[in-house]
């Protein structure tokens, strides 16, 4: 495994959309073990692939009740809304307030190419389209809330 650089905003490669994973190969499997320790490494919650410079729909999780690897993840159900503080490993230091879904589905592949099902809601949802949106060539700066609350009544959520 390696640690891999986590690009920034001003990559242009995080604007661009994802190419779907076919090969569920060796190369699939150090990818996702780099990215794995890469995002561990930076502190993240959740590092997709275009954050480390590759144009895959990849991306690793953990919220604190393990690690998730989605190959190819797409949401197929979203419920309600939550408003909370945001940030990306791609734009540190920087959080804002942001709109998601309070509650999503999520099929997606594993890294041998068997799919599944997760659900998530509050901090699992807001990571899960957070990180779904890096695949789609969205940066979370651009869910901004057109509302946020004043500093002192914001919940910390980062």
Known sequence: ???????????????????????????????????????YAADGLGLAAPQVGMLKRVVVMDVGDGLLELVNPEIIEKEGEQCAEEGCLSIPGEYYETIRPQKVKVKAQDRFGEWHEYEGEDLKARCFCHELDHLDGILFIERLNPNPKPAEEQDDVK
Do not use: G, N, Y
């Open 1 to 39: 495994m390696a640690l891999r650089k986590i690009v920034t905003k001003e990559d242009p490669i995080l604007k661009k959309k994802c190419r779907t994973i076919e090969k569920f190969d060796e190369k699939l499997h150090m990818l996702l073990d780099d990215m794995a320790e890469t995002m």
